[in-house]
């Protein structure tokens, strides 16, 4: 995983919102239903996520967000899993 950020920093700044590095569970998480398409599971299927942060409240995510700008850490929301179109995956950035 090519990590350009300091997790270490960033979980310590969390102050107990539920966060995520475990590599099984990034797996399990990272991924929406993209694979009901064969052309998107082919270009999405080795792609995983960094770090997870799961906020609870409106506070914790405003919080989240706040670290986010001041760690410069890339962001990619989840929600409520939308869609099956794979809206929610994280990609290389060219």
């Known amino acids: ?28 998480r990272s991924h929406d239903y993209f694979w009901y398409s064969p052309i998107l599971n082919e270009e999405l299927k080795d792609l ?6 799961m906020p ?6 405003k919080h989240v967000a706040s670290l986010v700008a001041r760690h ?12 099956t179109t794979a809206s929610a995956c994280r990609c290389k950035v060219a």
Do not use: C, H, S
């Not at 995983?48 to 942060?53: A, D, M, W």
């Not at 609870?56 to 995510?61: G, S, Y």
């Not at 410069?72 to 869609?83: D, K, S």
């Open 56 to 61: 609870q409240t409106l506070d914790e995510v």
């Open 1 to 28: 995983m090519n990590t350009t950020w300091d997790q270490a920093a960033f979980a310590a700044d969390l102050n107990g919102i539920r966060a995520y590095d475990d590599e099984k569970y990034l797996a399990a």
């Open 48 to 53: 995983r996520g960094e770090f997870l942060v």
């Open 72 to 83: 410069r850490v890339p962001l990619t929301l989840r929600g409520a899993e939308p869609g």
